[in-house]
């Protein structure tokens, strides 16, 4: 430590700092800056005193992206107020550590949704920017980055940038989708979607195939609020990506009779119990004799039977529809003590079903089936290190252990060769096993060479660094 460098933070002892698969960590002094004055000490430190630090949201990166072997880790989590809301406009302003969860807690009972969230509650919204997440509306909405009228941005030098989309224009898009390693998001302003009911209507559609499956989607499109499908990657032969769609549909006005009422928190938050009676914090313990490979098969071809039992929609409230990460607390214990990787393809529409039915396929031959797999419908954006395509996206769990993380890392390798002969794409915040020639062929080596001279200006010392940018570009 340089003494002549004034600093708020203690000089922490390290910490076990984990991915949100559980199976990669680093020891790290963790900083957890509270205003922007501290997040500017936090980057004088490191360039006085030449250390690496990488942002940290609310973790969910399945992968290492906010990890930092080679340095400390500044946790967002505390620089966490939502400044205000614009109830005629939508637009409300946040500090970058506001996590979804605040997001929706805070405006639910006002009329307004996020316009876009991932599957768990827990990222914060500076978090999702420098990955521009995506949900079950992607096909409709677009990604997270889409509904940001403005936002303020910190660089190491201290230079503070103001950026929309018509001002700072490249910039715009290149913070956002930059995995954090240009700076730091402040403050966010975020148009909300204004809702006019507590509940949706969920429809599921049960397909017997892959081919099934896409045709549905593309059927439903046009007047679905949310797509998503459920796939059982045992399935073979005929029943090759055979699975469960769920559509969700907003009521329109007048249509919910409960509402308001129904948007109050304490009939939106997800139940802690099942039944009122078992925790669900316990489910993942009773989940865990079946987290084999035959125990799966099973429980993935009774789910696959039921959903022709009941095909009749059903009201479902936003939190439950959107948050399933949630629904069951600590669902991934069951993948211990190893734990998890997701691996996330994203395929053009035209290549989708040839591309995907062989990836699914090839896992099966390499005998490392998916246990769980979703699929979404996509468009494309225009930010610089966009994952998004004109087509479809699948993300596979695969469980990681003593014996199988090898070979599974080598199928990987195999299936990034299937997913780029079918001009495909991957996504950042899933990643664990991306090498750096994959990353060139799918971004293309103008956008990282783009990407860098932007780093080379904003990040002269090379200060902001992630285990994910290492393993993938370098440092």
Known sequence: MNENTAIYFPITNPEKVETWGMNLYSLSRVFRPRTEREIRDVFSYALANKAKITF????????????????????????????????????????????IKQLWEYSIEKGFWPPVVSGTMMPTIGGALSMNIHGKNNFAVGPIGEHVVEFTFLTPSGELIKCTKESNKELFYT?????????????????????????MKVTPIPVRNLKEMISEFEKNIPDSDYLVGWVDAFGSGDGVGRGLIHR?????AGEDKDFPENCKLEKQNLPSTFFGVIPKSWMWMFMYPFSNSLGMRLVNYAKYLLGFVSRKPYMQGHAEYAFLLD????????????????????IPEENALAGMTEVLTH?????????????KRHRKDQFLFTHSVNGYSMAMDFPVTK????????????LDEIVLKNKGRFYFAKDSTLRPETAERYLT???????KALKAKFDPNSILQSDLYKRVFGG
């Open 327 to 346: 629904y069951v607390p600590n669902w991934k214990f069951i993948y211990k003590p190893g734990s998890m990787i997701q691996y996330q393809v994203f």
């Open 403 to 414: 014996s199988n993380k090898d070979k599974l890392w080598k199928m990987c390798a195999e």
């Open 248 to 252: 969700a549909d907003n009521l329109k």
């Open 363 to 375: 896992c099966q031959n390499r005998g490392l089936v998916s246990y769980l797999a979703v699929f």
């Open 445 to 451: 080596k103008d956008a990282i060479n783009k990407f």
């Open 56 to 99: 940290r949201g609310g973790g969910c990166s399945y992968g290492d992206a906010s990890i930092n072997n080679a340095g400390f880790v500044v946790d967002m989590g505390q620089f966490n107020k939502i400044l205000s809301f614009d109830e005629a406009s939508g637009v409300l302003t946040a500090q970058s550590g506001v996590t």
């Open 175 to 199: 913070f956002i989708s930059g995995l954090g390693m240009l700076g730091c998001f402040i403050e966010i302003k975020i148009k909300m979607k204004k809702i006019y009911a507590g509940k």
